[in-house]
């Protein structure tokens, strides 16, 4: 596909060319430092309808509990815990009852402890038995039986306790922002009215087969991708975009799973299978992102690993070494240091509300329909020094128009435009769809062979027995066709034809830049970043369109490979690059930039499946609200990575030395890990 761009027209009505959007999710990535696409490994298969993508990677498991329990019924065997122990410590220090000793007692106590305190020991042998020896509930295990070893069995009971309470509140959490990404996209109803014999029928949407009609009423939403039969409808696409604004279709146009039609009844063929539906892609592509870790949460899991092990050593030294030095030393009162030491280590804050925060950063973007292909992406997105961009339908709406046709008086007008119309029609570019408007309906008796596409020049094909070309001027150079105007001295889009290898002339065209387009470079730079534009167009356009919109680099006459080149000399400066684009010529660069950013509205399926992040209304503005997102979502991640050392640091060393119990044992731990939690979904609310 050539990459013929623009100039500014009249503002008109914005026409977006639907497509399905076809999105494979890339591979599992533990990221090089330059380039985080280099190194993707395949991730193990992530089933959408489960709950267990968090065990699955670092053994702390907050779905164990399952969802379709009950808030209450979670919550259950620590309300007869906290119940049990309640009524102990009452009659331990407020109502004493002469029965209550002995053996009574801790019968007692265990039974106040089991409810909360089996499940954990229970984790604790699965996880030995998946040879995850340190994990968490071993640590809480030791710590809590070891209280009651030393007959302190209000605090083993209560540590274990918060525990479980805290391990249900991450699990809700983390329950909550699947939830929320799940529901921000999956706006399709479950069942479809279709029409049998101009009979309606209600089915469910998903036994609806291709080809068959939809019968779609005002308010209602659509359950299939589909091809418009009526003249006209307008939609709601905020499922799709983000963006409310009603969106109007005409007949043969595609319209999507999860537009709303907002007037009068339309029909709608079936066109995708549901399972195939550019909103069930989107779905999958997002559920699937929170399973590629970013390195901050590659790092925690590798470091949980090796620290947890640590610390169970050093609280074996905490209660043994000290009998070497120690004068009076009561192996009771070590022992209980040693256990709220363990206590004090699990490392549950940072394996819970670390990968939260990713969730939430998904999601956030999710809602603002800008979709992330791996929490790893936000923190690189984060990080990027320049944005590179397309010009053609990134930065101005690629919707052409034809200005006017300067053809030689040696050819017929008329019929040389209807062969440029038969030749445009082999392509999907911006360029032919203009073309086509101004020609009108293709001749079906004119006769192309050998036709091909030349990436960045134009179209070839034989008519006739004689060569058209219908190009930019680099197509005539190539095929050395002369001609006698200087095509740098026009602003406009030029596309340039020859027949029988004489030159016939050219077309002028013209493209507006998108409304925000000017807001959003004004947005990058207030974030430091630099920006360039790359484009396949003539100069002379490009450096007008970059002029209007503050652009300082701006290169124009480029092939694919001069755009990775370009890319290439930026990287070469050790700088992170954003890419943005939308054709299938950009995909190259795409690939090779640290963040490949796509438009997914008039993006190729091509540049859509290469790039990493995708703007699905096409808006350039989502540009730096995405990098907004990642940088918000990293500096809430290193936030809680700072509480959950900082705190346990401090109870660590006060627990060590004596000067720390149980109970601040357990703020270190459930505390910070609810604090952590909390501070992770407020991303999920803020607006950007």
């Not at 409304?515 to 360039?532: N, P, Q, R």
Request: with cysteine; proline share 3%.
């Amino acid at each position: 596909m050539r990459n013929a761009n623009n100039f500014v027209a009249p503002k008109r009505k914005k026409y977006f060319r639907n497509k399905q959007l076809k999105m494979k999710t890339k591979n599992d990535s533990c990221c090089s430092d330059n380039n985080p696409k280099v190194t993707h490994k395949q991730n193990e298969n992530h089933d959408t309808q489960s709950h267990k993508e968090h065990s699955d990677d670092d053994g702390h498991d907050h779905d164990h509990l399952s969802e379709e329990k009950s808030i209450f019924q979670m919550f259950l065997p620590a309300i007869i815990s906290f119940v049990l122990l309640m009524v102990a410590i009452g009659f331990d220090n407020y109502f004493p009852q002469s029965w209550f000793t002995g053996w009574v007692r801790i019968i007692w106590y265990v039974v106040a402890y089991a409810p909360v305190g089996f499940p954990v020991i229970k984790e604790a042998f699965v996880a030995i038995k998946k040879g995850e020896i340190f994990s968490e509930f071993l640590l809480m295990s030791i710590a809590t039986i070891g209280a009651f070893a030393i007959a302190e069995f209000p605090e083993g009971v209560a540590v274990m306790l918060f525990y479980a309470v805290g391990e249900v509140f991450q699990t809700l959490a983390v329950q909550r922002a699947k939830a929320n990404i799940k529901s921000l996209l999956d706006q399709r109803p479950d069942e479809v009215t279709i029409l049998e014999n101009n009979v309606a029928k209600t089915i469910k949407a998903a036994t609806a087969k291709i080809g068959d009609i939809i019968q779609l009423k005002a308010g209602e939403k659509l359950g299939l991708d589909g091809e418009l039969l009526s003249d006209t409808a307008s939609f709601n696409t905020a499922a799709l975009t983000g963006e409310s604004k009603p969106d109007t279709k005409a007949k043969g146009e595609t319209v999507l799973a999860g537009m709303i039609n907002l007037n009068s009844v339309c029909q709608v063929k079936v066109t995708v299978a549901y399972t195939d539906s550019k909103l069930s892609k989107i779905l999958e592509m997002v559920q699937e992102a929170t399973a590629k870790k970013a390195p901050t949460e590659l790092f925690i899991r590798k470091f949980a690993k090796i620290y947890t092990p640590i610390v169970v050593l050093l609280a074996v030294l905490i209660c043994i070494v000290p009998m070497l030095f120690v004068a009076d030393y009561q192996f009771r009162d070590w022992l209980y240091r040693a256990l709220v030491f363990l206590v004090i280590s699990c490392p549950c804050a940072l394996v819970i509300s670390i990968p939260l925060g990713y969730f939430g950063g998904i999601g956030a973007a999710s809602k603002n329909g800008i979709l992330f292909k791996g929490s790893n992406f936000l923190d690189v997105i984060a990080t990027v020094q320049n944005v590179v961009m397309d010009k053609t339908g990134t930065m101005t709406e690629g919707v052409f128009k034809v200005q006017e046709v300067v053809f030689e008086s040696d050819f017929n007008t008329e019929d040389m435009l209807q062969m440029v119309n038969a030749l445009e029609s082999q392509s999907t570019h911006p360029v032919a769809t203009a073309i086509h408007q101004f020609v009108g309906k293709i001749d079906s008796t004119i006769e192309l062979k050998d036709v091909e596409e030349i990436a960045g020049h134009g179209l070839k094909a034989n008519v006739n027995s004689k060569e058209l070309l219908v190009g930019n001027f680099k197509l005539m150079d190539k095929f050395s066709i002369a001609y006698d105007i200087d095509p740098t001295t026009i602003v406009y889009t030029l596309i340039a034809v020859s027949y029988d290898k004489k030159f016939v002339g050219y077309l002028t065209i013209a493209d507006s830049i998108k409304e925000d387009a000017k807001i959003t470079i004004d947005k990058l730079k207030a974030l430091g970043i630099k920006t360039t534009m790359l484009s396949g167009d003539k100069n002379t356009v490009v450096q007008f369109v970059a002029k209007s919109l503050g652009i300082t680099n701006a290169f124009g006459d480029l092939l694919p490979e001069g755009k990775v080149n370009k890319v290439k000399e930026i990287i070469s400066r050790k700088e992170t690059v954003a890419f943005v684009g939308d054709g299938v010529n950009d995909a190259p660069v795409v690939a090779l930039s640290n963040v490949g950013i796509a438009m997914g509205g008039l993006g190729s399926d091509a540049t859509i499946e290469t790039a990493d992040v995708v703007i699905q209304d096409d808006r350039p503005s989502k540009i730096p609200m995405a990098i907004n997102i990642g940088k918000q979502t990293k500096k809430i991640v290193w936030q809680n990575i700072i509480l959950a050392f900082v705190v346990k640091a401090i109870v660590l060393i006060l627990g060590a030395g004596g000067l720390a119990t149980m109970w601040e044992a357990v703020f270190a731990d459930v505390g910070v890990a609810l604090l952590a939690i909390l501070n992770a979904v407020r991303i999920q609310r803020k607006k950007f």
